[in-house]
């Protein structure tokens, strides 16, 4: 992570996008919302600043505007759609508002082939617009680079300062050669040199783990998916037999679920892992439970209390370890209305209890997910384990209708089972995202031998 471009959010649908596209071309990417403090974006020594695009309008009483000392810092900036017009406002071109709106495809010409903006990009190319603002003048030291039909400055730049600008969004795949875009100003403009691999990122990870944890003992919450299991395997690569995981069976698994995280964790990779048979207090806690927030509430507190009986008896155990992702600890902006909202709430961000008192190790909490099964694949993890479908924490209990009962879950397991084994016959099971059984425990008439039966 020696190279870092920074994107500022100002309330973009695209923005995580942005920072995607950055690391598909061998960049790391870190992504702050646009009040982030200046100070705190340069402890990063970012090689680049990209402003996102937003739904506000630069000229706008309350418009989003970031520390005026951006502007002036002398690091690379690449602003998209919004951000090329609060460039251009705060510098000294002029910003209003279209007669009409341009949303969709649109024609883009190159006016300034020699840019590094557009190496190698032919004169003319599909883009995709989508802003009601446009420019009517470009700042001082800045030249046209491209343009539409309906946007006469579609791109700008000043070499002398690295600042650039796009109306159009880059890092959509509608956008022809739009990665090709992106590259070169990583590249071209900011000097990058794409060296971060899952292989870099394994590296950097192992030297940060055992400088953090030291000669202490880590435990891990093992589930079996695939976050909880790269996150155990850095981990062990790490520090070895000072890794403790523990594997709660609450019996609302996959068939032979259990099995095969002891056959591939402690067989395979020789970890220490202790496999917990916790099925009789989870179902006796969901006896008569119908609700399914109810469900989720009652199995997070009681795998925490089973985790933490467990956990208790390792003794001293300083530093807990998860598999929280990027996604979950971004603070993302949202413009009509403070940061977005919460769904669900998330089992690995905040739902700790405070007196677990637990330094954290979380290794992959700058990854999104197809990241870190590229980290999984290039630590030599089973490709079932790391292509695996996402499962829900409280398992087989949301994916059954009304009371969870053992007899359910021993059905729903099976019925589940064949399911997935059809979608993988079929050559799917990689295509989709989630396949599934659920169990409607619907009495419905039939037949049965000669005798009509209501089951």
């Given at each position: 992570m020696?190279?870092?471009?920074?994107?500022?959010?100002?309330?973009?649908?695209?923005?995580?996008?942005?920072?995607?596209?950055?690391?598909e071309?061998?960049v790391?990417?870190?992504?702050?919302?646009?009040y982030?403090?200046?100070?705190?974006?340069?402890?990063?020594?970012?090689?680049g600043?990209?402003f996102s695009g937003?739904?506000a309008?630069?000229y706008?009483?309350?418009?989003?505007?970031?520390?005026?000392?951006?502007?002036?810092?002398?690091?690379?900036?690449?602003g998209?759609?919004?951000g090329?017009?609060?460039?251009?406002?705060?510098?000294?071109?002029?910003?209003?508002?279209s007669k009409?709106r341009?949303?969709g495809?649109?024609k883009?010409?190159?006016?300034?082939?020699?840019?590094p903006?557009?190496?190698?990009i032919?004169?003319?190319?599909?883009?995709?617009?989508?802003?009601?603002?446009?420019?009517?003048?470009?700042?001082?030291?800045?030249?046209r680079?491209?343009?539409?039909?309906n946007?006469?400055?579609?791109?700008?730049?000043?070499?002398?300062r690295?600042i650039y600008a796009?109306?159009?969004?880059?890092?959509?795949?509608?956008t022809e050669?739009?990665s090709?875009?992106?590259?070169?100003f990583?590249?071209?403009?900011?000097g990058?040199?794409?060296?971060?691999?899952?292989r870099s990122?394994?590296?950097?990870?192992i030297?940060?783990?055992?400088?953090?944890?030291k000669q202490?003992?880590?435990?891990?919450?093992?589930s079996?998916?695939?976050?909880?299991s790269?996150?155990?395997?850095?981990?062990?690569k790490?520090?070895?037999?000072?890794?403790?995981?523990i594997?709660?069976?609450?019996?609302?698994?996959?068939?032979k679920?259990?099995?095969?995280?002891?056959?591939t964790f402690?067989?395979?990779?020789r970890?220490?892992?202790?496999?917990?048979?916790?099925?009789?207090?989870f179902?006796?806690?969901?006896k008569?439970?119908?609700?399914?927030?109810k469900?989720?509430?009652?199995?997070?507190?009681t795998?925490?209390?089973?985790f933490q009986?467990?956990a208790n008896?390792?003794?001293?155990?300083?530093f807990l370890?998860?598999g929280?992702?990027y996604?979950?600890?971004?603070?993302?902006?949202?413009?009509?209305?403070?940061?977005?909202?919460?769904i669900k709430?998330?089992?690995?961000?905040?739902?700790?209890?405070?007196?677990?008192?637990?330094?954290?190790?979380?290794p992959?909490?700058?990854?999104?997910?197809?990241e870190?099964?590229?980290?999984g694949?290039a630590l030599?993890?089973?490709?079932d384990?790391i292509?695996r479908?996402?499962?829900?924490?409280?398992?087989?209990a949301v994916r059954?209708l009304?009371?969870?009962?053992?007899?359910?879950?021993?059905?729903?397991?099976k019925?589940d089972?064949?399911?997935?084994?059809e979608?993988?016959k079929?050559g799917?099971?990689d295509?989709?995202?989630?396949s599934?059984?659920?169990?409607?425990?619907?009495q419905?008439?039939?037949?049965?031998?000669d005798?009509?039966?209501y089951?």
């Amino acid at each position: 992570m020696e190279e870092t471009i920074v994107v500022l959010d100002f309330g973009s649908q695209y923005t995580q996008l942005i920072a995607r596209r950055v690391r598909e071309n061998k960049v790391f990417s870190k992504v702050y919302p646009y009040y982030i403090p200046f100070e705190k974006v340069l402890e990063d020594k970012p090689k680049g600043i990209i402003f996102s695009g937003s739904p506000a309008n630069v000229y706008a009483k309350n418009a989003p505007i970031p520390d005026r000392r951006f502007f002036y810092s002398g690091i690379p900036i690449l602003g998209i759609c919004y951000g090329m017009q609060l460039l251009s406002y705060k510098l000294g071109g002029q910003v209003h508002k279209s007669k009409k709106r341009e949303y969709g495809f649109a024609k883009l010409h190159v006016s300034k082939k020699e840019s590094p903006l557009f190496k190698g990009i032919p004169k003319t190319i599909t883009c995709w617009m989508s802003h009601g603002d446009k420019l009517d003048k470009i700042p001082l030291g800045f030249e046209r680079l491209a343009y539409t039909e309906n946007a006469p400055f579609a791109a700008m730049g000043d070499p002398k300062r690295k600042i650039y600008a796009i109306q159009f969004h880059a890092e959509v795949a509608h956008t022809e050669l739009g990665s090709q875009i992106l590259k070169n100003f990583l590249v071209k403009v900011c000097g990058c040199h794409q060296s971060w691999t899952p292989r870099s990122f394994i590296k950097e990870s192992i030297r940060k783990i055992r400088e953090q944890v030291k000669q202490d003992r880590v435990v891990l919450g093992l589930s079996g998916g695939v976050d909880s299991s790269v996150a155990a395997v850095l981990i062990h690569k790490a520090i070895g037999k000072k890794l403790n995981c523990i594997f709660v069976d609450n019996g609302l698994l996959r068939l032979k679920e259990a099995e095969k995280v002891e056959k591939t964790f402690r067989g395979h990779f020789r970890m220490n892992l202790k496999v917990v048979d916790a099925e009789k207090i989870f179902l006796s806690r969901l006896k008569k439970v119908i609700d399914p927030e109810k469900k989720r509430k009652i199995i997070g507190k009681t795998f925490i209390d089973v985790f933490q009986k467990e956990a208790n008896r390792l003794g001293k155990v300083p530093f807990l370890a998860q598999g929280t992702l990027y996604p979950d600890v971004i603070e993302s902006v949202s413009y009509f209305g403070g940061p977005t909202s919460t769904i669900k709430s998330h089992h690995n961000v905040g739902g700790l209890p405070k007196n677990m008192k637990f330094k954290l190790v979380e290794p992959l909490k700058e990854l999104f997910k197809d990241e870190v099964r590229a980290v999984g694949r290039a630590l030599g993890i089973d490709k079932d384990i790391i292509g695996r479908q996402p499962f829900p924490g409280p398992g087989l209990a949301v994916r059954i209708l009304g009371e969870v009962r053992k007899d359910r879950c021993d059905l729903l397991r099976k019925a589940d089972w064949i399911v997935i084994d059809e979608i993988k016959k079929a050559g799917y099971y990689d295509k989709v995202w989630q396949s599934f059984a659920v169990l409607l425990p619907i009495q419905s008439v039939g037949v049965m031998g000669d005798e009509r039966t209501y089951e």
